[in-house]
């Protein structure tokens, strides 16, 4: 049987995984300094794919102008032809994680980072979803985190996804966070998950239910502030 708080736990340890990804991408593509920089029209020579303008993104996103041109340098300069399909992105997204297997989150991760739904990560993609993980409102990163949950975008997160992601968690940090599961273990999660979020007991959880059982964990919450400043 499985403890209350472990089950909670889990749902904390996802929102933290979730922002440190974002850190840590923010890491691997020398973003945290902001001691170069760009043009200001952020024009490329040379790419596949050129960005919106450098007024527009700031009038989208919470970021200013100079801290715009510091992640554009480090996006650039990882990603030449100015978009990151997700081969790539996967392979980023496994140096955070060597004891594990993060291509199944990587997969999904990639999938919400990917608003366009066209393969691949632009840009502006990568601005705005980093805009809102590390300084959007609350309700903003958790309809974000929601979106990232609902895997077959339908507008609820049922069992079976919320399995998928549990097992994704599980597998991306290894066998030397957790040695030793049992077959059931994903199950209790997701039943934990669904008796903690589910309020209507109709077998799915929706943004309404997400939204306000994230908001009574203090846990939770407190996770969501926990990068605000890095850049």
């Not at 049987?1 to 979730?18: D, P």
């Not at 890491?27 to 450098?54: A, N, Q, W, Y």
């Not at 934990?192 to 203090?218: H, P, W, Y």
Request: with cysteine; net charge negative.
């Amino acid at each position: 049987m499985m403890e209350k708080g472990e089950g909670e736990g889990l749902q904390t340890l996802a929102i933290v995984l979730l922002l440190c990804g974002a850190l840590k991408l923010l890491h691997t593509l020398g973003l945290i300094s902001t001691d170069d920089k760009v043009d200001d029209d952020l024009e490329l020579s040379m790419v596949c794919h050129r960005p919106e303008g450098l007024e527009q993104l700031e009038a989208q996103t919470n970021f200013n102008r100079k801290e715009l041109q510091v992640l554009y340098r480090g996006f650039k300069n990882e990603c030449p032809s100015g978009v990151v399909n997700e081969e790539t992105f996967k392979q980023i997204y496994s140096q955070f994680f060597p004891h594990g297997d993060a291509s199944t989150y990587a997969h999904y991760l990639f999938n919400a980072f990917d608003s366009s739904n066209n393969g691949s990560i632009k840009f502006e993609d990568f601005v705005t979803a980093l805009s809102i993980l590390l300084r959007g409102t609350t309700t903003e990163k958790l309809e974000w985190t929601f979106n990232l949950y609902d895997i077959n975008r339908d507008g609820f997160i049922n069992k079976e996804e919320m399995t998928d992601i549990v097992k994704a968690i599980y597998d991306m940090m290894g066998r030397f966070t957790y040695p030793a599961l049992k077959t059931d273990t994903p199950k209790q999660h997701v039943d934990a998950f669904f008796q903690k979020m589910d309020k209507n007991r109709d077998g799915v959880v929706t943004l309404d239910e997400f939204i306000l059982s994230c908001q009574e964990d203090e846990n939770i919450m407190r996770s969501l502030q926990l990068f605000e400043n890095v850049i």
